[in-house]
């Protein structure tokens, strides 16, 4: 079993990637991490996303990589990237590091983002630009940059983005010649993987329902508790703007409105971020405009680098099964690639 490869093809860019990949590895290895400063939530979060599994981090981010970057028929050193809701992961260095023209860091929090900077820093990787805000201040940042990006990547992003729709509206408006490339853990193909986020969901929206209950509470003083509660279920799935003029709709008509079909997901009511938000193949091809991209998935792949020999090898067998046979491959895949990719782009490379 080859257990040491990031990528098994062998072509020019896949061994650059797997080159760049052994030195990002090595050096994160190596990296002091407890002295760089970085607050404690986001240190939680990289050693237990990606530090303690460091290979797998770096093996996502060189599959990215390498998948995007070859759909754009585009050499490396040309690529304009960014990497879209990075927190402290490891693609946006990997991207550097194997030559990208233009690096561009974004995340929607500063914390996040002085982290990653700090990591990059320390390990001796100059990113480009680094952006925090959401879609549309990131869009508009990149604008007054005049930067164009090629490709706009993420790594388990995609199932917390509110309005999914608006997000590939915009970015089709503001950046028309970007591949969107992302992968996302909430696999709906993957009964496994749908049992373990509608359990999640369920815990999740009791804590969501209470706040959403407090917000009424406030918005309209004075309600009776059994409205209170019944209009707490049935705004689940709304968040900020849009959840305030559901309740204050209800304040002047005193009629309940449908709830949002959003099935067992459930979003933060004040940042408007998915718990997971699990879709069908078919909802994101809704969701994402036929007219301006064509939408296609692929299966991802099982980490085989656990401390346990077994579960390498199980997990090693998974993925012989998961090449040989796309279909089924879905259904025991841990994750999945969303790729969208612009009409425009498809049609400059005829």
Same mark, same amino acid.
């Given at each position: ?51 303690? &599994? %460091?290979?797998?981090?770096? *093996? ?8 995007? #970057?070859?759909?754009?028929? !585009? $050499? ?122 509608? &359990? %999640?969901?369920?815990?999740? *929206? ?8 407090? #917000?009424?509470?406030?918005? !309209? $003083? ?27 709709n209800y304040r002047t008509s005193k009629q309940f409105l449908s ?38 998935f692929e299966p991802g792949i099982w980490d085989t680098h656990y ?44």
């Amino acid at each position: 079993m080859i257990m040491d490869k990031f990528l098994l093809t062998e072509d020019s860019l896949s061994l650059l990637i797997q080159q760049k990949a052994t030195e990002l590895l090595n050096k994160l290895q190596h990296l002091k991490v407890d002295e760089l400063g970085i607050p404690d939530h986001c240190m939680h979060y990289f050693k237990g996303s990606h530090f303690k &599994r %460091l290979f797998f981090s770096i *093996e996502t981010s060189a599959h990215l990589l390498y998948r995007s #970057i070859s759909l754009t028929k !585009i $050499p490396v050193q040309e690529i304009v990237i960014m990497d879209y809701g990075a927190g402290v992961g490891t693609l946006y260095t990997l991207a550097k590091m194997i030559g990208c023209k233009t690096v561009i860091y974004n995340d929607h929090l500063k914390d996040w983002q002085q982290s990653a900077q700090l990591i990059a820093e320390a390990i001796g990787v100059p990113v480009d630009s680094y952006i925090v805000g959401d879609i549309d201040n990131t869009l508009l940042e990149l604008n007054e940059k005049k930067i164009q990006c090629h490709i706009i990547t993420s790594r388990n992003v995609v199932e917390h983005i509110y309005k999914l729709d608006y997000f590939y509206k915009s970015v089709s408006i503001h950046q028309p010649q970007a591949l969107i490339y992302s992968s996302t853990t909430a696999n709906y193909k993957n009964p496994v993987a749908r049992y373990i986020h509608i &359990r %999640l969901h369920k815990k999740v *929206e009791k804590i969501y329902r209470s706040q959403r209950k407090e #917000i009424i509470e406030k918005l !309209i $003083p004075g309600l009776k508790e059994e409205e209170v509660y019944k209009l707490a279920v049935l705004t689940r799935g709304l968040a900020g703007v849009d959840l305030e003029q559901r309740i204050l709709n209800y304040r002047t008509s005193k009629q309940f409105l449908s709830a949002v079909d959003c099935g067992t997901n459930t979003c933060d009511p004040f940042l408007g971020v998915w718990a997971e938000h699990l879709l069908r193949f078919e909802e994101y091809k809704q969701l994402i405009d036929g007219m301006k991209f064509t939408v296609e998935f692929e299966p991802g792949i099982w980490d085989t680098h656990y401390s346990s020999n077994f579960k390498n090898k199980f997990c090693f067998l998974l993925n012989k099964m998961i090449k040989l046979n796309s279909s089924l491959g879905f259904v025991v895949a841990p994750f999945i690639y969303i790729t969208a990719t612009p009409i425009t782009l498809q049609d400059n490379q005829k």
